[in-house]
């Protein structure tokens, strides 16, 4: 797909280029970035808190012979950069997992719910309707009773799992409406094969909506994540990831900033860059203005 | 068309059966409600007394079929942690949750709409890139970051509005709702807007806005006239999804702003493991769920006459 | 394409103006308050008069003295019902309704009480000694279910009143309108703390027998305070009682109970003089109120009696050998546990409390910070630990489950032993659970390996910690209280003499043995008891902590009328003000 003309439109499309360092930016940090931690992101340094108050140790501070807390320390003295690091990798892992299994669920299910019609719609939106009318909080209760051993990729399922419906009805509404087309109904009536019907007409049409609601899903899956640390159902402490700081770092708010700033920090540029990559490989690839 | 919403009609039922029926294996397989209501120092006598005043020591299927009765006839049964009747409890807080959602709802219309035409009609504009910007921001800000800065800013250093809580009468209520539901719309607004957007951009590149602005229509009106009932499609459709927040509540705004709704409700039931209580919230949500569902369905077969009727 | 050039340039401006806006919205905002904002009118007697407002972070069930029993529920019941006994500011046992503390025969089975003269209801109906029998009847009536049962299993005839083969519990006996008189099967030196539970507390039959299931809305009693008014979900109302008997109390003529107000918007609600005393805080609100020399003498830390530790199965390896359990007491540091909990915290190696008759600070066995006992007690244990790299982090010899509460507190604990235990070769893998998965899981026989555990006092004695958490009564099939299974003869036969010694000197030995053997026996690691900061604001006068009942407000005062303190000379806010950084003071 990506033929030399699309390469050259995408490096003219600054926006892409920005989304594409910021991409780039946050993948080096969760994949690099580890390697140069100061210090190990679950050790509990003996001078991460104050001897006096007890208060996690300000940015910048120096530990003789052990180097410099540069965004200070949280609530139980480990260095937050170095957890900063750790935690970026394992929230893009489960961030990414999910999302692109609840877009590829979604797209799915919706594009041939909404394709096929008659019992497989049927089907489909009926079990969405279910998965949409259970209260989330009880089913991750009653997941975590069921998992025993909570990993990365459970929690990639689950949340990926729990996530894809909303997708699924716009995709479906959407394919209604393509279906509808007069050309799409005419290259039908002319006997045209459902799979190339629908890579070339369906699909096209579903990547525009699969793009907005995906970046915008990884994001939610970050904060979803840490709603999941909170009900015991995400990583395992004390592994760090940015909604499981983020929470942690929230009772700290009004004392240590940082401890909220960072992680949200991370979190807006991992989404900032996805979309505007997103947005630019849209304008490459559907070039139709 | 009678039929077609007969037959969605029947399918909500059964969803919501199966919903109910489903959190009810659930709700009695995660724990003990006794030991959850009674606390740790309960002693083994008291539990039993309990499970057997709540009918807690009978087969799991005869409890489930006494429930299924119960509701079929209008019950919801009696909360396990305050004795009271469920549908009592539940008929207390929907209308404060329905006050807070249906704000919230209307600051996500009508901020979300408006940012997302306004960036659209001024694409590729430094209002465009400021208008996306901003909503990566509301999509990734946590409501507890973003509730506790809004309360410490706008309700405690400026004095705007009241520090949380629910006020004492109507116009009151209205008053301590605005901060939550600003809250509580951030996300939502955000979505609406890039979704907005991204389908203005395209209704405003095809061929009928063009042709209508050949005649000489300016470029909003066209829009607006010829394709925004197009671009509500979608929007229509996560309004609908919507509702169910909209009506089960929302966890963490209403504890940061002391809202007493039905997502406090719904965390302390099922913290407690209070049963009855549990799968009142379950069908009031799975219900409203199902109302919004077919009311989208039907919305959208209005707004696109093309889409068949079916499902 | 072509305006893409734009986007960027738009890019640098919008920054600049984002900064702009962030210094334009700090320059204008207030700054936030050093001290408190009001004083009170400086009276130097205590006046009547006022509503004095407080506030808890979960919703009431409901105020029925025989069937509530937590914190929440409590605040409310100790304002509108009383009992016989009660305790003093000093946590001494003191009559209320009583005239005089109990007789008691020489036998130590019988114990006589006399009502006091003129004592209504807040109905207005006198009380009579009737009353208090009907009220215990009810409490231990099989259909009420009361938690408080077994704190009076040891009253005769329980079993035939609850069997339903009497009419009435013959151990309590109606001797006339205002004498009432109890008999025991056995000696118990604990009856009388129970006489002074909120389970013990006296209602009116009239009032249950008209609300039935539905009493705890509508309560009625003889304390201080009636109810006025009761919003679901959102505040409780109380009102002065028209006929409650000390004369000229209580002194505010109402107090309003705000529901679900959580941690933050509480603590701004406080500085704002919307809520006047506050007894829980987030780590940056107390750290703001520790370090405020405005606040200081408007807060009291005191420490609870209760308990905390990690406990670990007896019946499951690796914690089924003592030896192991004793490395991981040794394991624990204390005092690194009290700093990063902000010393909120106070660290103990022992299973009571101080306070506690039987707490001694030097008590033989006492668990402490110790790694070189912690690694030859692992070597005795067969352990060999290696450390080559020397940098003090052997090679791990052990994988254990550790069950902790979800939530953050729950994790920090999990997460101080982990790194506490790498040190001696122990791989802690934590396992976070709700709460009524954690009661039910953890108290089945040889299911949970260790949690995190915790317990406070129903009543300030030995006997409500060790018999209930270390007695091998406390082990059944399900629900045990033990939840380290942790049995021991010796120390079952100890306890069971001490419980009904009548010399106190003697029972207070009997219990520093206890309390030592199971120190020695290390069935938990004992950690901390947990410290308490109660805050109010400056025209709330009198208050003190209760030692016993959390968060009993029906003795203060209130001066009012109160009046601004004039606003301090800020720093002036700042971008940096707005970011949330102001509470930190210089």
């Given at each position: 797909m990506m033929d030399p003309r699309a390469w050259r439109r995408f490096r003219r499309n600054r926006g892409a280029i920005v989304g594409l360092a910021l991409v780039g930016l946050v993948n080096a940090v969760a994949w690099i970035g580890p390697a140069f931690a100061p210090f190990d992101p679950s050790e509990q340094l003996e001078g991460g808190t104050d001897p006096q108050t007890g208060a996690?140790?300000?940015?910048?501070?120096?530990?003789?012979?052990?180097?410099?807390?540069?965004?200070?320390?949280?609530?139980?003295?480990?260095?937050?950069?170095?957890?900063?690091?750790?935690?970026?990798?394992?929230?893009?892992?489960?961030?990414?997992?999910?999302?692109?299994?609840?877009?590829?669920?979604?797209?799915?299910?919706?594009?041939?719910?909404?394709?096929?019609?008659?019992?497989?719609?049927?089907?489909?939106?009926?079990?969405?309707?279910?998965?949409?009318?259970?209260?989330?909080?009880?089913?991750?209760?009653?997941?975590?009773?069921?998992?025993?051993?909570?990993?990365?990729?459970?929690?990639?399922?689950?949340?990926?799992?729990?996530?894809?419906?909303?997708?699924?009805?716009?995709?479906?509404?959407?394919?209604?409406?393509?279906?509808?087309?007069?050309?799409?109904?005419?290259?039908?009536?002319?006997?045209?094969?459902?799979?190339?019907?629908?890579?070339?007409?369906?699909?096209?049409?579903?990547?525009?909506?699969?793009?907005?609601?995906?970046?915008?899903?990884?994001?939610?899956?970050?904060?979803?994540?840490?709603?999941?640390?909170?009900?015991?159902?995400?990583?395992?402490?004390?592994?760090?990831?940015?909604?499981?700081?983020?929470?942690?770092?929230?009772?700290?708010?009004?004392?240590?900033?940082?401890l909220v700033l960072a992680p949200s920090a991370l979190i807006v540029a991992t989404v900032f860059g996805f979309n505007l990559l997103g947005e630019g490989l849209r304008d490459v690839l559907d070039p139709k203005d | 068309m009678t039929r077609y919403v007969l037959r969605r009609l029947a399918w909500a039922l059964f969803v919501v059966w199966a919903a109910l029926s489903l959190v009810f294996v659930l709700v009695h397989g995660v724990g003990d409600p006794a030991a959850a209501t009674l606390g740790p120092r309960a002693g083994a006598e008291q539990l039993r007394e309990f499970r057997r005043k709540h009918g807690l020591d009978r087969p799991l299927l005869e409890q489930y079929a006494r429930y299924v009765a119960g509701v079929v006839r209008g019950d919801l049964g009696t909360s396990f942690r305050d004795e009271q009747p469920v549908s009592r409890v539940i008929a207390t807080r929907l209308p404060r949750t329905l006050l807070l959602g249906a704000l919230a709802l209307a600051f996500?219309?009508?901020?979300?709409?408006?940012?997302?035409?306004?960036?659209?009609?001024?694409?590729?504009?430094?209002?465009?890139?400021?208008?996306?910007?901003?909503?990566?921001?509301?999509i990734s800000a946590p409501t507890f970051v973003t509730g506790l800065v809004f309360l410490y800013v706008f309700a405690f250093l400026y004095g705007w509005f009241p520090v949380g809580g629910y006020g004492v009468d109507a116009l009151d209520h209205l008053r301590h709702a605005i901060l939550p539901a600003f809250t509580l719309a951030i996300f939502g607004a955000a979505t609406y807007a890039r979704l907005m957007r991204s389908e203005m951009v395209e209704v405003l590149g095809s061929d009928y806005v063009r042709t209508a602005r050949a005649k000489g229509a300016s470029r909003l009106r066209a829009a607006l006239a010829h394709a925004a009932r197009?671009?509500?499609?979608p929007v229509v459709v996560l309004v609908g999804l919507q509702l169910s927040t909209l009506v089960s509540g929302a966890i963490i705004t209403?504890?940061?702003?002391?809202?007493?709704?039905?997502?406090?409700?719904?965390?302390?039931?099922?913290?407690?493991?209070?049963?009855?209580?549990?799968?009142?919230?379950?069908?009031?949500?799975?219900?409203?769920?199902?109302?919004?569902?077919?009311?989208?369905?039907?919305?959208?077969?209005?707004?696109?006459?093309?889409?068949?009727?079916?499902? | 394409m072509c305006s893409i050039r734009r986007t960027d340039a738009g890019l640098a401006k919008r920054l600049r103006a984002s900064l702009l806006l962030g210094a334009l919205v700090g320059a204008g905002c207030p700054s936030p308050p050093q001290g408190p904002r009001w004083q009170g009118a400086g009276s130097p007697t205590p006046r009547r008069g006022g509503t004095l407002v407080f506030h808890h972070e979960s919703d009431v069930r409901g105020f029925d003295p025989h069937t509530s029993f937590d914190e929440l529920s409590n605040m409310g019941i100790k304002l509108l019902f009383e009992g016989l006994l009660d305790y003093d500011a000093d946590g001494h046992l003191v009559p209320r309704l009583a005239e005089a503390m109990p007789e008691v025969s020489d036998d130590g089975l019988t114990y006589t009480f006399r009502l006091r003269e003129g004592i209504r209801f807040a109905s207005g109906r006198p009380v009579t000694a009737e009353d208090v029998r009907w009220s215990l009847e009810r409490m231990l009536h099989p259909r009420v279910g009361s938690p408080g049962l077994t704190f009076y299993t040891n009253l005769e005839g329980l079993d035939a009143y609850r069997d339903g083969r009497a009419q009435h519990i013959a151990g309590i006996r109606v001797i006339d309108e205002r004498t009432v008189a109890f008999r025991l099967r056995a000696p118990d030196q604990t009856f009388l703390y129970a006489m002074a539970m909120t389970f013990a507390n006296v209602v009116p039959r009239e009032n249950v027998e008209r609300w039935g299931a539905e009493v705890a809305r509508h309560p009625v009693g003889t304390g201080p305070y009636v109810l006025e008014s009761w919003e679901p979900g959102v505040r409780v109302v109380f009102r002065r009682n028209e006929h409650y008997w000390r004369p000229g109390r209580p002194y505010p003529d109402r107090q309003i109970f705000e529901l679900n107000l959580s941690r933050e918007p509480a603590f701004l609600r406080f500085l704002n003089g919307e809520l006047d005393i506050i007894h829980r805080q987030s780590p940056a609100d107390y750290l703001y109120l520790k370090r405020s020399p405005a606040w200081r003498p408007y807060w009291v830390q005191r420490p609870s009696i209760d308990l905390w530790g990690y406990a670990m199965n007896c019946e499951l390896p690796?914690?089924?050998?003592?030896?192991?359990?004793?490395?991981?007491?040794?394991?624990?540091?204390?005092?690194?546990?009290?700093?990063?909990?902000?010393?909120?915290?106070?660290?103990?190696?022992?299973?009571?409390?101080?306070?506690?008759?039987?707490?001694?600070?030097?008590?033989?066995?006492?668990?402490?910070?110790?790694?070189?006992?912690?690694?030859?007690?692992?070597?005795?244990?067969?352990?060999?630990?290696?450390?080559?790299?020397?940098?003090?982090?052997?090679?791990?010899?052990?994988?254990?489950?550790?069950?902790?509460?979800?939530?953050?507190?729950?994790?920090?604990?999990?997460?101080?032993?982990?790194?506490?235990?790498?040190?001696?070769?122990?791989?802690?893998?934590?396992?976070?659970?709700?709460?009524?998965?954690?009661?039910?899981?953890?108290?089945?026989?040889?299911?949970?390996q260790s949690l995190m555990t915790g317990w406070s006092q129903d009543f300030p004695d030995p006997a409500d910690f060790l018999d209930i958490l270390f007695h091998s009564r406390a082990i059944h099939d399900h629900d045990s209280e033990n939840r380290a299974f942790y049995r021991?003869?010796?120390?079952d036969a100890l306890l069971d003499e001490a419980r009904v010694e009548r010399d106190r000197e003697r029972r207070g030995r009997l219990y520093e043995r206890a309390a030592s053997i199971v120190a020695r026996d290390a069935p938990w690691a004992f950690t901390f008891n947990s410290m308490k900061l109660d805050a109010w604001q400056p025209y709330v006068r009198?208050?003190?902590?209760?030692?016993?009942?959390?968060n009993y407000y029906a003795e203060l005062w209130l001066d009012l009328p109160r009046r601004r303190i004039a606003r301090q000379v800020g720093g002036g806010g700042t971008a940096l003000a707005w970011l949330g950084w102001p509470w930190s003071l210089p």
């Open positions: 996690p140790v300000p940015p910048g501070t120096h530990l003789a012979g052990r180097g410099t807390l540069w965004l200070g320390a949280d609530e139980v003295g480990r260095d937050e950069l170095s957890r900063l690091l750790a935690g970026t990798r394992i929230s893009l892992l489960v961030a990414f997992g999910a999302t692109l299994l609840a877009v590829a669920l979604g797209v799915l299910i919706g594009i041939l719910a909404g394709y096929a019609g008659g019992p497989t719609d049927t089907v489909a939106m009926r079990s969405i309707d279910l998965l949409q009318s259970l209260p989330f909080l009880l089913v991750a209760i009653a997941l975590n009773r069921v998992i025993d051993r909570p990993d990365l990729w459970v929690l990639c399922l689950v949340m990926g799992g729990l996530s894809w419906t909303t997708l699924a009805r716009v995709m479906r509404a959407k394919t209604l409406q393509v279906r509808e087309l007069e050309y799409v109904q005419a290259a039908r009536a002319l006997g045209a094969p459902a799979a190339r019907l629908l890579l070339r007409h369906v699909l096209p049409n579903a990547i525009q909506p699969a793009l907005v609601l995906g970046t915008t899903l990884v994001a939610q899956m970050i904060i979803f994540e840490s709603a999941m640390s909170y009900l015991g159902l995400g990583v395992r402490p004390p592994t760090p990831s940015l909604g499981s700081m983020l929470h942690s770092g929230q009772q700290w708010l009004t004392h240590q900033p940082v | 996500e219309l009508v901020i979300g709409l408006g940012l997302g035409i306004f960036a659209a009609l001024r694409r590729n504009t430094i209002w465009d890139t400021g208008t996306v910007a901003l909503t990566f921001v509301g197009n671009a509500m499609l209403e504890q940061i702003y002391a809202w007493p709704g039905m997502g406090r409700l719904a965390f302390e039931a099922i913290s407690a493991l209070d049963a009855p209580l549990v799968l009142g919230v379950v069908l009031v949500t799975a219900a409203t769920v199902q109302a919004g569902n077919l009311l989208a369905d039907i919305a959208i077969a209005a707004l696109d006459p093309r889409v068949r009727m079916t499902g | 690796p914690f089924d050998n003592v030896h192991v359990r004793r490395a991981v007491a040794h394991a624990i540091d204390r005092q690194r546990w009290a700093r990063t909990r902000l010393y909120r915290i106070r660290p103990t190696g022992q299973p009571l409390p101080p306070g506690l008759l039987g707490y001694r600070p030097d008590l033989p066995h006492t668990q402490r910070f110790d790694l070189e006992i912690a690694r030859r007690e692992m070597a005795l244990a067969g352990y060999t630990l290696r450390d080559p790299d020397g940098d003090g982090i052997p090679e791990p010899v052990l994988t254990v489950e550790m069950w902790i509460g979800e939530g953050p507190t729950g994790q920090v604990y999990g997460e101080l032993v982990q790194s506490d235990l790498r040190r001696i070769g122990i791989t802690v893998q934590l396992k976070p659970v709700s709460f009524p998965v954690y009661l039910r899981e953890s108290g089945k026989p040889r299911t949970v021991n003869p010796e120390l009198d208050y003190r902590p209760h030692p016993v009942w959390d």
